[in-house]
């Protein structure tokens, strides 16, 4: 068990981490820019143990990088890693969805995935008071999904790819809701996770892992058309750190 000094340090770990990450997600740190660990002891009010410990960690899932000094910057990422980092999501997910159906013992094991789905159905487009439902119940689905294939090794390595903000599986919710055919790309991927989940129940593999990679490729376009739309990437969690010129 953690000692009450160690268990107070892991918990302000904790907190600078996720401000810290806001911080990066929402451009207030611009990219290739020095994080010193004083200026943010000063800002976060914590001390310098948890906020070194909490760069090291962003360090570690790729939004900072270690500089020669043994410092930290703020990553910045070519168009081409995003696209990749969604690719290798939809490749993840994909044989989450192939080992859910090879894996499933009971047809009742799908209710979570089942429920999250129909809520996402009973929204027919994406409005300011329905948008922040969607993508809890997006998010759920996902995880629910990711639950039946009852890997930890999967786990780990999707936990990786989606602390990429741009590449978990909401990212591209809000760019979508304010693209033209939003109510066609909204209808696209519902399509998908009903089809996922009845793949799944069928105990279907193939086609389950196929839908899900297919679904990963529906938020690729989004963001290809976001990419020529500011507002749309503004939208985009971490849209700051892409460079577009790379």
Known sequence: MLGPRNADVASQ???????IREMLLRGEVARGERLSEL??????GMSRTPIRLALERLAHIGLLETTATGGFSVREFAISEVQDAIEVRGVLEGTAARLAAERL?????LD???HHCHRMELLERLTPDSFSEYMDANEAFHSAVLDLAKSAMLRRALELTTS??????SAMVFPTSILPKSDETLAIAQEH???????????????AESLAREHALLARRVLDVALSDRDALSGVPGGSLINLMR
Not at 39 to 44: D, T
Not at 105 to 109: K, S
Not at 164 to 169: I, K, R, Y
């Open 105 to 109: 013992a009971d047809p009742i094991e």
């Open 13 to 19: 770990t904790a907190r600078a981490f996720v401000r």
């Open 193 to 207: 996770h009903r089809g996922i989940v009845d793949a799944i129940v069928k105990r279907h593999g193939t086609r």
């Open 164 to 169: 990429l903000p741009f590449a978990s599986p």
């Open 39 to 44: 200026p943010l002891v000063a800002r976060l």
């Open 112 to 114: 979570t995935a089942e």
